[in-house]
Nanobody, 114 residues
Framework: QVQLVESGGGLVQPGGSLRLSCAAS????????MYWYRQTPGKERELVAS????????EYLYSVKGRFTISRDNTKNTVYLQMNSLNPEDTAVYYC???????WGQGTQVTVSS
């Protein structure tokens, strides 16, 4: 079955960096665009970044553009989110998701605080 395992979250000071990973299995990873979402309590999940099947095209939420970079390794069935210059507004649980498939992982908590 489809499995998505996010990792790499943690507590970081403002201005710091984290690299999230999402290991996927149970579907043909290279055939799907991949997305990173985030969610904070009381708010709807919001789309942070997306990447096409080959990684040629990426898109970002306006507030993270220039700070976050999404990438993928189709040989490892893994999608990444490099997050730099983090600020407290980036605090959330981050999830990955394949495009067109309604599956979610458990998420990874990112907390930006001094």
């Amino acid at each position: 079955q489809v499995q998505l395992v996010e990792s790499g979250g943690g507590l970081v000071q403002p201005g710091g960096s984290l690299r999230l990973s999402c290991a996927a299995s149970g579907f043909t990873f290279r055939g799907y665009s991949m997305y990173w979402y985030r969610q904070t309590p009381g708010k709807e999940r919001e789309l942070v970044a997306s990447i096409t099947t080959t990684g040629i095209k990426t898109e970002y939420l306006y507030s993270v553009k220039g700070r976050f970079t999404i990438s993928r390794d189709n040989t490892k069935n893994t999608v990444y989110l490099q997050m730099n210059s983090l600020n407290p507004e980036d605090t959330a649980v981050y999830y990955c998701k394949p495009g067109g498939l309604n599956y979610w992982g458990q998420g990874t908590q990112v907390t930006v605080s001094s």
